[in-house]
């Protein structure tokens, strides 16, 4: 069967560096999509690997390997809007979209 | 320009109705989808549409059906509602394949 797994809940403080980690086994793999979801609100576009590395895009960061089915978003110098589910998706053979449960992250002053 | 709209916001509904949810996008898109969100799960797919005309079947398309008369409309009907559809239902569009897939504002549906 297809599964992403990823934390539940996460607590990280103001200011510091938090990392999310993502794991997948999926019927072929055309990509992985990390989105921000804040509560009562639709998910919103972070970023998409396809090949192994890391992307940078402003505080945000997101790793891929391939080899070991792993992801993970880094998120720098939080801020309290940071507070959100971060949900991992995995593009699979279909071109479909394999959703993980999401990361509740909370962040503290 | 709107980006992708989905009617209504919420709605309460009685077992056994009828109900449809409608989603507009005006990205000229080919690709659509529809999906549900529930506690503690990932979103799950019910239905897409990979361009006007053609349907598909996601993880969880029974009791549910669509159609995708035009590129801009993807509407969502429940022929007769159950308890268990209770849930947040998400529309979707993008331009195919593995591009990014935009959200619209989700409809809270809530079935008694």
């Known amino acids: 069967g297809q599964n992403i797994d990823q934390p539940t809940e996460m607590t990280a403080t103001e200011g510091a560096i938090v990392q999310i980690n993502c794991t997948y086994q999926t019927s072929g793999f055309n990509g992985l999509f990390w989105y921000q979801q804040h509560a009562g609100e639709a998910p919103t576009f972070l970023s998409y690997?396809?090949l192994d590395g890391l992307e940078e895009k402003g505080r945000f960061s997101s790793f891929l390997s391939r080899s070991k089915g792993y992801s993970y978003l880094l998120l720098k110098e939080l801020q309290m809007k940071d507070s959100a589910s971060y949900l991992c998706?995995?593009?699979?053979?279909?071109?479909?979209?394999?959703w993980g449960a999401g990361t509740k992250l909370i962040i503290k002053p | 320009i709107a980006g992708i709209t989905q009617a209504p916001t919420s709605q309460i509904l009685a077992a056994g109705r009828r109900m449809t949810l409608r989603c507009t996008q005006d990205m000229r898109h080919n690709a659509m989808y529809w999906y549900r969100q529930d506690l503690g799960l990932g979103l799950r797919l019910i239905h897409y549409?990979?361009?006007?005309?053609?349907?598909g079947k996601g993880e969880v398309p029974d009791g549910y059906s669509v159609s995708r008369a035009n590129t801009d409309d993807f509407p969502l009907t429940l022929a007769s509602a159950v308890p268990s559809q209770t849930s947040v239902y998400f529309c979707?569009?993008?331009?195919?394949?593995?591009?990014?897939?935009?959200f619209g504002p989700g409809t809270r549906l809530t079935v008694l």
């Open positions: 549409s990979n361009t006007a005309g053609t349907t």
């Open positions: 690997n396809v």
């Open positions: 979707a569009s993008s331009s195919g394949g593995a591009d990014t897939q935009y």
């Open positions: 998706a995995v593009v699979d053979s279909n071109y479909q979209l394999i």
